[in-house]
């Protein structure tokens, strides 16, 4: 059952750990198959050097395994509530990555310094608030999702203008059409995590990017009137 997606779904873990941006068992990628309802996603706390294709945990909306022999990730209930919040999403990532981990244990948004943040991400990468003790208590992976959504509604950005977000005291997500566009969101939301700190360790009072400036190289690759590559 959905031999495709599992491999794009497992590629996705393992360019993860080719990346650099995982180690041991600290990621997960997860993909969906909208037409029929169902996510392919990492078994939880499976080596990446072990894991088969077929390892890959099929899993409905609401959480149930229709196919595989193993428990799925512990995040799964965090997917599946950026799944259902966004149509637009086909893939999400999950890490612990150095940098980008960094700024969410400070609990600090990304600054949008320049061109190299605003050619993928609409702006300032945010960091959600703290999880309520509640929260942290009751359904801790789903209320994880939910102030994912809640972050993005309160900024006004739409899933694939940012697609990634920090998750305070936690780490990074990262989403795309496919597991591979989520994957590749998560490397390039490292790059421009380490690049926001350097930036402002050599100037304390550096600006963010001009507005003018975010809107032509994020509006050059994305959107109607993108111009940038191939057509």
Request: hydrophobic share 35%.
């Amino acid at each position: 059952m959905l031999d495709k997606l599992k491999r794009e779904v497992f590629d996705g873990n393992l360019e993860l750990v080719n990346q650099g941006l995982v180690i041991y068992t600290w990621g997960n990628v997860s993909g969906i198959d909208r037409e029929r309802g169902l996510v392919v996603i990492k078994p939880s706390g499976v080596s990446y050097n072990n894991m088969k294709a077929d390892d890959m945990v099929v899993i409905d909306l609401d959480g149930n395994i229709v196919e595989g022999n193993l428990r799925p990730s512990s995040d799964t209930p965090t997917h599946l509530a950026l799944y259902k919040a966004f149509e637009e999403i086909g893939g999400v990532a999950h890490t612990h990555s150095e940098w980008a981990t960094s700024w969410a244990q400070a609990g600090c948004d990304i600054p949008c310094y320049g061109t190299t943040h605003s050619d993928y991400f609409y702006g300032d990468i945010p960091c959600t608030r703290k999880l309520t003790s509640d929260e942290i208590n009751d359904k801790y992976e789903y209320e994880t999702g939910n102030v994912i959504i809640e972050t993005l509604n309160e900024k006004g950005y739409r899933p694939l203008e940012m697609p990634g977000i920090i998750v305070f005291n936690h780490g990074p997500f990262t989403w795309g059409k496919t597991p591979k566009e989520a994957v590749h969101n998560s490397k390039v939301l490292e790059e421009i995590s380490k690049l926001a700190f350097r930036t402002k360790k050599l100037n304390q009072f550096v600006s963010p990017i001009d507005r003018i400036l975010l809107d032509k190289h994020y509006l050059r690759k994305h959107g109607e009137k993108a111009y940038y590559g191939q057509t």
